[in-house]
DNA sequence: ACACCGGTTTACCGATCGGTCAATATCAAT
DNA sequence: ATTGATATTGACCGATCGGTAAACCGGTGT
């Protein structure tokens, strides 16, 4: 899983205790990391300074508490998870290439940060959601919503939203079910669903199917 | 949210201490609602216990650990599920009806038990999943893959194994984000996904899809 | 020389966690 | 009445948790 948080400049005097790079930015890689692979209560601040390789009242210091920490990490993946989808879904080309890259990229960005999706799920959950949750999906459905809008009623069974949520699911259910279906031993197929060659095939299933509901709505 | 633990006889004479029904099911029963509204780890032992009206220790007594009892927990949703939609895929009627019913048992069973699919969506998340997690998905994606036999190849972007993460997600992703929906003002219509009228235009809505997708796979 | 200040360390706090244990209550069978 | 298995209790354990307080350190300005 790659990092998220922005390098800081750096190109100061060595710190002769720390190996490099400014604690706070190293205590945010931790908690990222950490958070990621093992959920927000099964890590405790005193992990994440180990990993920063950091006292751990300086993580308190640096970022007041660990809820603010786990906030702070959240805000950095969503930046980049929604960076990600706007410049796929630029307004080039026709409805359905736009759809396309926007489910590559979609596709590509979760495979890029599994672990990340699984925390945004569990975070999706809880009853007292953080609000840029919600904030950051909505430029997503607006584009959505936006593309849909010639060929789709404004309410009912076909209005724009059941097809957002159409679609992300068929992205995002991708990354949760399919690891299980291994488990099982249900998909024969014995690679990685986040490997390039699965993750190309499932690419190919969802334009199938966009194109031919999009070919269903196109013809009234 | 309704239980699920078969209620035991409890024809025998009254306990003087404890209100009524068998302890290890008051303590199951328990654990089931404490770990649906905060998930594993943020339920503790003793709040169980409390919950259930009896001493810390006994949890113990009974199960072991709070490992085993969560286990128990995940096991009676997953029969009460398994339950539910085997009896809507029986094989009466066209494949589309059969498919319709089950799409409407899988909405109406998780609308009933909204907090048991967060439950499950965090415990399938975990890199160590309960193995009956994907055991009980087995049966679900061999009557889904038997009814698509004759119309989808065994392999590539088409087989069914793709189709059924993408119709599991049709119903599983309505739940996760269609709160986030409301939450961020999006869906204007301002009532609970899980209503009956929102579940009903749901249900339109996935049927709708699942008929264009069959239309297009039947046609060859 | 002094004061200031952001960053850092060390030691500590009260609370809570999952889990154990020995003592005890309850009840059916003898 | 005695026994023996099952249920139940309350006290306790060591570990870990999130968080705090005060001292300390190296630089910078005065």
Redesign the interface.
Known sequence: MRRLSSAPASGTAERPTAERGATAERILAAGEELFCQR?F??VSVRDIAERAGVQKALVFYHYGNKDALFARVLEGYYRAHTEALSRAFAAEGTRRERFHRLIDAYLDFIAGHVRYA?LV??A??EPE?H?F???N??PL?EWIAGALREVVPS????AA??F???F???V???F??????R??G??H?DRDPASPEALA??K??????VD??LD?LEAG
Chains 1, 2 share one sequence.
């Open positions: 959920g209560g099964a699984v799920q569990r999706v959950a959601a609000p949750i919600g904030e999906l909505a459905f309410t009912g069974p076909l939203h059941h957002f949520v159409t992300s699911g068929l995002i259910n991708y949760t079910y399919a690891p299980l279906l488990a099982a249900i998909e197929v095939e499932r190919a299933h969802v334009h199938w199917v031919v509901l269903r």
